[in-house]
């Protein structure tokens, strides 16, 4: 490829990664308290045998247009934002991506605080027998986070080096407890889901546990050196581990009977220290949370960097909000959000570079404003998603969502034309 430095487009040659270390990024991103949580959930509505089969489809849903939307950003360097400038036009990508990153970010926020919440509240009862409310906790923690987020994120930083390898070796401890010290094979064995689910719902639920990072996975593949090394980072960084800590999750909340995971790990005797092991793991995670939703409020009111504070403030205030009036109980809700909204994001940009840009980064240019073909079509995919998902529901809802965007776009542009900015 010619450097094409006019245009924005192409990432030195020098920065190009090779793709183990891209899989490694994906692979860290996965070792995470959410999708502990999904795993966890997704015991009480199957047995192992079904369930490995389900977080095997879903996350190949996920690679799949995770791949595409990867490979659009090695041909051409660009991360998400501005890839979606010629399907949505520079305002709808603008306000689209981000205020769809927003939502998913600030509900994260709330989950974790929620999770960090629960686990102190139990640390403190093992070691001292005084009973903290998980509301009041939660609280609590959750403005520790938005005040690291706002103050000192890059103090934090240095946390991660504890706190990922500690979360790791706790998993472990926990997986090994599970199945050899108070009868989990067994238990695994009689296991009879409390609250059965459809396959179609389970995979509706592991989608989501990545389908944000598949759609804005252009930020980070645009270092890859060629589309085959798109491919074999994003499959094999996602996939594997994916299907280890959603497993690991839900053979530990087998044995506990419960899925939010710190009560699982209370109710395998996890010592002080582990705990607080979850604690920090949930802490970095968070930041990075308030962190980006900070970012994403700011560009959907249309702030500059300026009062990023301000905006990080309201990111990590309505998550800390959400983690006090309960969101783990909404957690599935929360998840069918994120399937319905996110997938169909891709399936409108795939179409743009694909089909009607036929693959070729010549073809690629952005669309000034705000252009109504993509952000229709992205309506039609979401409709359909969320209908499909909760209403009647049909076949794979992420899947109907990208379908029925892309077609609804390859069928727009004809009568809707953008005309591209130079």
Not at 71 to 76: A, L, P, V
Not at 179 to 193: D, N, R
Not at 259 to 265: A, E, G, H, K, L
């Amino acid at each position: 490829m010619q450097e094409n430095k006019s245009s924005g487009f192409q990432v030195e040659e020098s920065k190009r990664q090779s793709w183990i270390s891209l899989a490694a990024v994906w692979t860290g991103t996965m070792v995470c308290v959410p999708c502990l949580m999904v795993g966890g959930l997704l015991s009480s509505g199957f047995t192992l045998g079904p369930m490995i089969f389900l977080i095997i489809i879903g996350y190949a849903i996920v690679c799949a247009f995770m791949s595409f939307m990867g490979m659009q950003g090695c041909d051409t360097g660009l991360p998400t934002v501005s890839l979606a400038e010629n399907a949505l036009g520079k305002r709808g990508a603008q306000f689209l991506i981000s205020l769809i990153l927003a939502i998913a970010c600030i509900g994260w926020f709330g989950v974790q605080s929620a999770v960090c919440g629960s686990s102190f509240s139990s640390m403190i009862a093992q070691m001292t027998g005084l009973n903290i409310p998980v509301p009041l906790s939660s609280l609590i923690w959750g403005a520790i986070m938005l005040l690291t987020a706002v103050y000192g994120y890059n103090a934090v930083k240095y946390l991660n080096y504890v706190a990922v390898p500690a979360l790791v070796i706790v998993l472990l401890w926990a997986l090994g407890a599970a199945l050899f010290q108070i009868g989990g094979i067994a238990k695994l064995g009689s296991h009879v889901p409390p609250q059965p689910l459809s396959l179609v719902s389970g995979i509706n639920f592991v989608v989501a546990t990545f389908a944000v990072g598949g759609v804005i996975s252009a930020d980070f593949s645009r270092y890859a050196k060629n589309r085959k090394d798109v491919i074999k980072s994003t499959v094999l960084g996602v996939l594997p581990s994916g299907l280890v800590v959603l497993v690991i999750g839900a053979i530990c909340s087998v044995v506990a009977g419960e899925y939010d995971i710190s009560q699982v790990f209370s109710s395998l005797g996890l010592p002080a220290i582990g705990l607080i092991g979850l604690i920090l793991a949930t802490w970095t995670t968070n930041v990075s949370n308030a962190y980006s939703g900070g970012i994403a409020v700011s560009n959907v009111l249309g702030f500059g960097e300026s009062r990023f504070k301000s905006t990080t403030a309201i990111a990590g205030g309505l998550g800390t909000i959400l983690a006090a009036v309960g969101i783990m109980d909404k957690f599935q809700a929360f998840l069918g959000v994120i399937t319905s909204f996110v997938p169909p994001v891709a399936g409108v940009m795939i179409a743009a570079y694909w089909i009607v840009g036929k693959g070729k980064r010549e073809n690629f240019a952005p669309t000034p404003g705000v252009n109504m073909a993509g952000m229709l079509a992205f309506a039609a995919g979401v409709a359909v998603a969320y209908i499909t998902a909760n209403v009647f529901p049909f076949f794979v809802a992420p899947i109907n969502g990208i379908v029925v965007s892309m077609a609804a776009y390859v069928c727009l542009v004809k009568f809707i034309p953008a005309k591209a900015v130079a």
